[in-house]
């Protein structure tokens, strides 16, 4: 399979394999078909799985990348939601030895446990799931070694967002991995188009992944999610109102931490939330904090 044998790829021949197919787009699934070759190569260039290399795939679709990825050499593993397409695939790729085809929905799936490690995951994201699949991929190990995803753009620019435009989910993709922007892909690439333009962004998770222990990390998400409840506020009043903590063991361990008690959180890098987080000590599992020299929690 190459593409000199691969299916024309523009919107009248996605239209097409399509209607031959009995396969109508699904808005509620977020089914918006890559009809781009340039963008397509675009995606297999940022992905470049050697030979051999294990690849899981959310969300194949026609599976234009999917055979792309084969083309390469790649061993997939795809995980499909809608029946008709996996029934299409299942007949695309028959006989094809290096591709898995799981029909099922990916939220429903231990996702780090169904490719062997080391793997990667190439996918051109249905853009309703973008948030729970990262923290799927993120949140426990084995991680992915490198994650090439389409996602809508705007959420792109959110993940990958400098300090000053953090929010709950940059934090958290940015405490787990470096992340970059690749490229933008604007709506008239897919068939149907979206109402939004697309980005495609590669994670790297980092190696060594394990600083916080997974209760104490928890805690941090408790911290975080808590501040972002009013991002443009000063944070030391956020947090003096979100959670349970006395105002005075706040304003000592934003000092503790080097944060002026007026920055938004919106502002704090990771490493700020982490010091901020050691300084604040564990906030207890019932939502309480613990007796401090600064008074009751």
Do not use: C
Not at 27 to 32: A, E, G, M
Not at 74 to 99: C, M, P, Q, Y
Not at 151 to 179: C, N
């Amino acid at each position: 399979m190459n593409r000199s044998t691969a299916p024309r790829v523009d919107p009248d021949a996605v239209r097409a394999t399509l209607r031959a197919a009995g396969i109508r787009a699904r808005h509620s699934l977020s089914q918006n078909f890559l009809a781009d070759p340039d963008v397509l190569d675009a995606i297999l260039a940022e992905a470049d799985p050697p030979p051999g290399r294990r690849v899981l795939e959310v969300g194949p679709g026609l599976g234009l990348l999917t055979a792309g990825l084969l083309s390469a050499g790649a061993h997939v593993t795809a995980v499909e939601l809608d029946r008709a397409l996996a029934a299409f695939l299942r007949e695309r790729f028959e006989g094809v030895e290096s591709l898995r085809l799981i029909e099922g929905d990916a939220l429903d799936q231990d996702l780090v446990h169904l490719v062997e490690p080391p793997y990667d995951v190439v996918a051109n994201l249905p853009y309703h799931i973008t948030s729970p699949i990262l923290h799927a991929f993120l949140g426990s190990p084995p991680r992915p070694e490198r994650l090439v995803l389409m996602v809508q753009r705007e959420v792109a620019e959110r993940i990958a967002a400098p300090p000053g435009k953090m929010s709950y989910l940059s934090v958290f993709v940015q405490y787990h991995a470096r992340v970059r922007i690749a490229f933008g892909v604007p709506a008239a690439a897919f068939e149907p188009e979206p109402a939004v333009e697309s980005a495609v962004i590669v994670v790297e998770p980092y190696d060594a992944d394990d600083r916080l222990d997974p209760q104490t990390e928890d805690e941090l998400w408790r911290l975080v999610q808590a501040a972002f409840r009013e991002r443009r506020k000063m944070i030391h009043n956020v947090l003096a109102r979100q959670l349970p903590l006395d105002a005075g063991r706040v304003t000592a361990a934003l000092a503790t931490a080097g944060i002026a008690p007026d920055r938004r959180p919106q502002t704090l890098a990771v490493g700020e939330w982490l010091a901020l987080h050691a300084a604040l000590g564990p906030i207890g599992p019932d939502g309480r904090g613990r007796r401090g020299a600064t008074g009751p929690a």
